[in-house]
C-alpha cells in the first residue's frame, strides 16, 4: 500500500479554516486518506471540536485511524467575544479582521503539535498563509487547500494578476476575464470581491496577498473536484498556471450510509429519519431544496419575498433559513420574531413545503430521488454536491467566489439559472423579488429546457461517482498524492 513505507505508516496533519465550508469537506478528506491506510490528524479549536468529533465517529468504529486534537482559539486576545471560533459566529463584517487576526495566533500553538507529533505532511486551508513556513521549520510538506474548485481559481489568478475590472469605466459594465480557456467569462466589478479592486493596505488584503504567495512556495494543492468536471481548467491550473495540483473529490461521496451524510458540520435541526419520511411521500424529481449554506444571510424583506415566491411557483420544498439574528439571539431560537413569514404561510404550505430553521443535513436531502433541483448559494461544497446529486441548480450567490461558482453552473456545465443577483456583498444578499424567484424555480422543475440541464446534470452525477471508484480519476490522484508523500517521508 502506497500509505505503508517500511514500517513507517504516513501521517498527515489536516488544519481546516475554522468556517463549516472548510472544515467539512476537510473532515471528508482526512476519512478518504485513513481509508487508504494513513494515519490522519485533524486540528481544530475546542467548540469546533463536537463538530468534527460526531462526523468522525463512524470511521473510527470502522478502524480508521483518526485522530482529534485541539488548540485554543484566541478570542479575547483578537478582541472577538467568547466563543466566535467559527465563521458563522462572525456576525458582522467589522468583526472579519478580528478573526482572521485570532487565526494568524493559532500558529505557534499549531507549531508545538508539529514538533509533539511529528507528521509527515500539513494540509491547511489556504487563509493560513504561515503554515507553508510553520512546515518548513520542521522539514515536511505544506499543501494549500482552498477549498474550491479549478474553475473559480483560474478565474481568481487571472483576476488578480491581469486586473481586468480596470479597462472598465462604471461597475456594472462587463469586461472579460483574459487568458481562460473554454467560452468566454464575462463578468463586472458589482460581482467581485471587494478586496481584489482595493489598492488599500489592510490586515486582510496583506493576509490576502500573503495566502497566494505561500501557494507559490507550498508543496501543492489538494482540490475537492473531479477532472470530468472542470478538466480544462484542472489542465490551466497545473499547466499554464504552473502549479501543482491533485484533484480529489467530490470529497462529499466518502459518505456513504445515511448517518454519516446527516452528520456532517453542525446537529440538524430536523430529524433526519423524518426528513426522508416527508421526502418519501414524494414523487421523484419533484422537491426542490433551498439553501444558503452557512454563513450567508437575508434580511427579513428577502425572506418573505423568497416565501411568497415558492409559494407561487407551486413546487413542493425544503427550505432551510438560517434566521437573521437580533441582538443576542442565536438562530433557530424559537421565542425569535417571526415576521418574516408571511401571514398563515406555513398553514398554507403545509405538505407541500418544509421550513427547516437553522441546520439540514444537505447531503441526505440532495442525494434523496424525490430532490429535483436546488437553490444554492453557490458555495464550491454545496455547487459540488448540487453536481454529485444530479440536480439542477437556481444560482443564488451572495460573496467569496460564489459568482465565479455561478458562471460554472450557468455557462460552462448548464445545469443551472441565475435567479439574477447583481451584487457581491459580504455576508446579507442582495435583494431578489419574488417574480424572478418563481420563475427561476419553475425553469429548473418544469419543461424541455428543465430536462435538459437534468440530464445533464444526472450523466456529471454518474461521472462523479466513478471517479472516486477504484481506477476513476479521483480515486488515482489521491494514490498519486499518497505515493509522493510517503515517497518523501523516507
Ligand atoms: N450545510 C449543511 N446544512 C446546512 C447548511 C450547510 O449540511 O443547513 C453544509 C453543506 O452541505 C456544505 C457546507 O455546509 O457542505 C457549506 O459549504 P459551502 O461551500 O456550500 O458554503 P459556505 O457555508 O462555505 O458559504
Redesign the pocket.
Known sequence: MASEGQNHRLHIFFFPFP???HM?PTVDMAKLFAGRGVRATIVTTPLNLPLISRSIQESIALGLAINLVSIKFPCAEAGLPEGCENADAVSSYSMVPAFFEATTMLQEPLEQLLREHHPDCLIAGSFFPWATDSATKFGIPRIVFHGTGFFPLCVSESITAHQPFKDVVSDSDPFVIPNLPGVEIQMTRKILPSFFMTDEDTFLTRMFKAAKQSVVKSFGVVVNSFYELEGIYADHYKKVLGRKAWHIGPVSLCNTDNKEKSY??KQASMDAQDCLKWLDSKKPNSVLYI?F????DFTENQLREIAMGLEASGQNFIW?VRKSKKGNKEEGDGDQDEGWLPEGFEKRIEGKGLIIRG?????LILDHEATGGFVT?C????TL?GVSAGVPMVTWPVS?EQFYNEKLITEVLRIGVAVGVKKWVPVVGDYIEKEAVGKAVKAIMEGEEAEEMRNRAKKLARMARETVEEGGSSYSDLNSLIEELADLSK
Not at 359 to 363: D, G, K, N, R
Not at 379 to 382: E, I, V
Open positions: 468556517a463549516h465550508g467539512i456532517r458540520g439553501c449554506g452557512s454563513r450567508s432551510v441546520w439540514a443535513p444537505q447531503v448559494h458555495g464550491w461544497n454545496s454536491e467569496a
